[in-house]
């Protein structure tokens, strides 16, 4: 079934990347579950490990079969995960006001976390079809919309809407990437503004514009979301040039950092290894990100093409939302850092990228 | 290699993925430049910062409205209680901080010993509460050591006080803790643990314009926790305040009158339905709720055998007895049973199937038409015209009186009543109606229950002829800068289902009651005034039953409950009246007494100035 030939064109590169940034979440999340707290958090971290170690098997199984089988059978993957979104919907644990959850005995999962995955696999197999060069015009975004609006509406019910929008986000991305027709780029942007105008103006309450408001600028509400920016904004900054050290940072220690072992843990890092460590994060996001980006490029299909930028933009994106967002550029949105910030179904949903990522890769001279 | 085939060529993907490229890269840079800015330029600044820990989230409670009377006195307003709370963080040492702390104040040590042990494991950063209510001695004294006593800190919070000690306490209600159920609720979805919320009263039903907004700041404190500055702060929003229709020196009034008794009055004005007085009896004193109740005052409250905790004027329910003949004559009158001019002649007692039914007066009212019939309250009068209409028509009229539903009144356990009927018996005891049954329902007794509310409501509307309003306590509703939230307007909830003339002919009876020569309420005639009204007797249990047990009925709780219902001036009615004693025995003599009183403090004596000026505003939010 594997034949020799994948092992020597097998992406060690792309492998070594997942490693050091695998290595990067877990020390930090140690820092962050063990110096905070007054009783420290050992079990997440054990936990974390654990889905590690899932995420590796998942990941591995991801590279045994060809990629190309995913394009056949998309719609098969697709109505799963909108099944398993419906379950959700009906039977679904709810935490906190929302039902993510599906619960197997000691393992929950968070489908909306999975449905990423499907949507992207979908649209590079319509896209991979139907991509010519000249763009897309409105006819041919029709399915496509559909195909994203269906699991996005059911992620925002939950309601999510931090997944909720970066499944818009990626299926924008995979959209742009694949070109839209001028005009018709023109005219989606003209009526998003022609439609957006009167809502603001006309059909949105006071409390509503001013909800909206503070979620693009946190620092109106200096009680709430404000108070974690500026104590996450503290956490970065007082890191300066070498950091704290490790498992000396005081605003993780001190539990002033929210969420700090899952959205905020960013802060956490930059708080003990200072300007640094973040820059070493960040340029390690770079790396993989180009190198996927490579992966794409070097794929001479155009479904695993998609489907590489597809995942990419997936991955770059929540890089890209979570550092902003804690550095205050961004508004606070529920969008965990890939590979580092504490959780089960983001970290399997990452490492079964990686494996289409590495399959895409050690299949690009195999043609049949 | 290259012989598979593209439906585009590798070349216009590459361009598409520099463009991708680019994307990336300018992200990569907007992060590391924004890195740079708060780590290397600003890094100093923040490192200090965390050094200190020094940014705090301290919450501004918002004050809880204020509760007037219809004429602008102040009923309920906030008292400042200064609290005492401790920074673990920054008292250390604690133990000599305490001690410190004790012998300054003259504070029990070994309290506070245990009050900081059991917060020792809370959030470590944050102040925790050591003592409520110091006391401005304690508070001077406090203050003046500050600086001995660092990590220290005297909140003000505001405690709830009810101005007149026991004034309409089962109106106004009282507040407490909110408790993890209602911590739950949508309602209650901007609270905190250990907010205080609403729990009786006006104060529960009105809580949503009685509590206000939290505020917060987002200070920075030195070293020792103190405040150096304030960075942002977001007011608090002082709750609404709330006008009643209480006429509060009628509400005194009527409690006056009903000390020492158990039951209930209650005055409205019928033009309306606005509530003018609502007093039940025996009451507590709301401000022992606010400090904490002792568990002796506690036991004494909960054990008392008339019930003080209960809301007597809305949830207790009683036979109505003869007050319920008023209904019973509108019926008659109304479906032509009987006319005006029929009499009936009562010899004291009426024979129905095998049993003797007596009237009141045991050597009867002789011949009775429908006017001396509601005047003397002949029992043998009203069994025959009950019997007549049968039970379903009596409980029609009974049901379109507002009886049997709830009132409405902005008070919560409201009861609802009893109308009985044929279908409601045999639901309730699988018993069929027994036709001697209408006869004790016709006057009031046997399954029927009413809340004395009800009863005033259904007097006032007999009094402005035939209009049922909903009663209601809410006069207005001002925000603390006076804009007018609500403004009460009437709202019928409505008509009685007769003709002018059949009112007409009610009102004579009940005016006969009181002004007539014969009438049963003689006794709440006033100088001035003219007062119409009925009396009622309502037995607690059957008079056989009194005759077989051995004491009779001298056994208080044997006794029966008193009732007296009025409106005056008669002519054009202000006042709409429902008072029961229980265990008062005579309506006549222990109810009506207590209605002429009100009916003459509200119109005949002098109102005085009021207190404080309508539309004042409480205290802004600080």
Not at chain 1, 92 to 101: A, F, L, N, Q
Not at chain 1, 145 to 159: A, D, E, G, K, S
């Amino acid at each position: 079934m594997v034949d020799r030939r994948y092992l020597t064109y097998f992406d060690w590169g792309l492998l070594a990347l997942t490693f050091l940034l695998a290595s990067i979440g877990l020390m930090t999340l140690y820092s962050a579950v063990m110096a905070g707290a007054p009783t420290p958090q050992k079990a997440l971290f054990t936990k974390q490990l654990i889905w590690y170690g899932i995420g590796l098997v998942a990941m591995l199984v991801c590279i045994l079969f060809n990629y190309k089988l995913m394009e056949r059978y998309a719609w098969l993957i697709y109505g799963g995960g909108i099944g398993l979104l419906l379950w959700v919907m009906f039977f679904g644990k709810t935490i906190g006001g929302s039902s993510r959850w599906i619960v197997f005995g000691p393992i929950s999962l968070q489908p909306s976390e999975l449905a990423k995955i499907t949507v992207i696999i979908i649209l590079a197999r319509y896209y991979g079809k139907y991509v010519s060069g000249r763009g897309f015009t409105l006819k041919g975004l029709q399915v496509p919309v559909i195909m994203t609006l269906v699991p996005f509406l059911l992620i925002v019910r939950q309601p999510d809407l931090g997944t909720a929008g970066l499944i818009g986000l990626i299926a924008a991305s995979m959209t742009l990437f694949v070109k839209i027709e001028k005009r018709t780029l023109l005219f989606i942007m003209g009526s998003g503004v022609a439609m957006a105008l009167p809502m603001w103006f006309f059909f949105l309450k006071e409390y509503q514009r001013q909800r909206i408001l503070t979620f693009i600028n946190p620092d109106r509400d200096p009680l709430g979301a404000g108070y974690h920016i500026i104590q996450s904004k503290i956490a970065i900054g007082s890191g300066f040039l070498t950091g704290k050290g490790f498992l000396e940072g005081t605003q993780n220690a001190l539990s002033f950092l929210p969420e700090q072992h899952t959205d905020f843990i960013f802060s956490v890092l930059a708080e003990e290894w200072g300007f640094l460590g973040a820059i070493i994060l960040i340029f390690a996001f770079l790396v993989f990100i180009f190198w996927a980006l490579n992966i794409a490029y070097s794929c001479r299909d155009p479904f695993g093409t998609i489907l590489a930028v597809g995942i990419t933009a997936m991955i770059a994106w929540q890089a890209v939302i979570n550092m902003g967002m804690v550095m205050g550029l961004m508004p606070v949105v529920g969008v965990p850092l890939p590979f580092i910030s504490y959780g089960g179904s983001s970290l399997l949903t990452t490492m079964i990228s990686v494996g289409i990522l590495l399959n895409i890769s050690m299949r690009r001279f195999m043609i049949e | 290699m290259s012989k598979y085939l593209k439906t585009v060529d590798s070349e216009w993907f590459r361009q598409r993925l520099t463009l991708v490229m680019v994307c990336v890269v300018a992200a990569a840079v907007i992060l590391i430049l924004r890195l740079i800015f708060l780590q290397i330029i600003k890094g100093q600044e923040y490192r200090r910062m965390s050094l200190n820990n020094s940014i705090r989230l301290q919450s501004i409670d918002a004050p809880r409205g204020l509760i007037f009377d219809r004429n602008g006195n102040l009923l309920v307003d906030n008292r400042p209680s200064f609290d005492l709370y401790i920074s673990m963080k920054d008292a250390r040492p604690v133990e000599d901080t305490i001690g410190r702390l004790a012998t300054h104040a003259s504070l029990d040590m070994t309290e506070l010993t245990g009050r900081v042990d059991g917060v020792r494991g809370a959030a470590y950063h944050r102040p925790q509460l050591l003592k409520r209510d110091i006391g401005r001695n304690a508070l001077a004294v406090v203050a003046a050591h500050r600086y001995d006593l660092p990590g220290i800190d005297i909140q003000i919070q505001r405690l709830r006080n009810y101005i007149h000690s026991g004034l309409a306490a089962h109106l106004l209600g009282y507040i407490g803790e909110i408790n993890t159920k209602e911590l739950q609720r949508e309602a209650y979805a901007d609270c905190r643990a250990g907010d205080l919320i609403g729990k009786f009263g006006v104060e529960r039903t009105l809580e949503d314009y009685l509590r206000g907004e939290r505020g917060g700041r987002q200070v920075e404190v030195n070293a020792n926790g103190q405040v150096v500055r304030v960075l942002r702060t977001v007011p608090a929003r002082s709750g609404h305040n709330v006008f009643l229709t209480i006429d509060s020196r009628l509400q005194q009034r009527a409690e006056e009158l009903m000390k020492d008794k158990a039951g209930a009055a209650i005055a409205l004005d019928p033009t309306s339905g606005e509530i003018l007085a609502l007093a039940s009896a025996p009451a507590f004193d709301q401000n022992d709720f606010i400090s904490g109740l002792s568990r002796d005052k506690w036991n004494a409250l909960v054990n008392n055998p008339h019930r003080p905790l209960e809301n007597k004027a809305i949830q207790g329910e009683y036979p109505p007895a003869s007050t319920y003949k008023i209904i019973t004559a509108m019926a008659g009158l109304q479906e032509g049973v009987i006319t005006p001019d029929e009499t009936i002649f009562c010899p004291g007692h009426y024979r129905f199937g095998k049993r003797n039914y007596r009237c009141w007066r045991r050597g009867g009212h002789g011949k009775v038409d429908l006017i001396k019939a509601i005047a003397e309250s002949c029992d043998v009068y009203f069994y025959q015209v009950g019997q007549r209409l049968g039970i379903d028509r009596l409980a029609w009229y009974a049901k379109a009186a507002g009886l049997g539903t709830a009132t409405g009144i902005e008070l919560g356990h409201e009861g609802k009543g009893i109308v009985p009927n044929a279908t409601w018996k045999k639901k309730r005891t699988g018993i069929a109606w027994q036709p001697g049954e209408t006869l004790s329902v016709a006057i009031g007794q046997g399954f029927n229950l009413v809340t004395p509310l009800q009863m005033a409501v259904f007097t006032a509307a007999v009094a402005n002829g035939g209009v049922r309003f909903r009663p209601t306590l809410v006069k207005r509703v001002v925000s603390w800068d006076g804009n007018e939230i609500l403004s009460n307007t009437p709202r019928v909830a409505g008509r009685l289902p007769v003709s002018p003339e059949t009112l007409t002919l009610v009102q004579k009876g009940m005016w006969e009651v009181v002004q007539g020569d014969r009438g049963t309420a003689r006794i709440a005639r006033l100088k001035d005034t003219q007062i119409s009204g009925k009396t009622g007797t309502a037995q607690v249990v059957s008079r056989e039953k009194i005759e077989e047990s051995e004491d009779g009925a001298s056994v208080h709780k044997y006794k029966d409950h008193a009732w007296f219902v009025a409106y005056a001036p008669s002519d054009a009615p202000r006042l709409a009246i429902a008072v029961i004693v229980e265990h008062g025995e005579h309506g006549s003599s222990a109810a009506a007494p207590v209605a002429r009183e009100l009916i003459k403090t509200y119109l005949e004596a002098p109102a005085d100035p009021p207190v404080m000026a309508v539309g004042a505003g409480g205290p802004r939010n600080g």
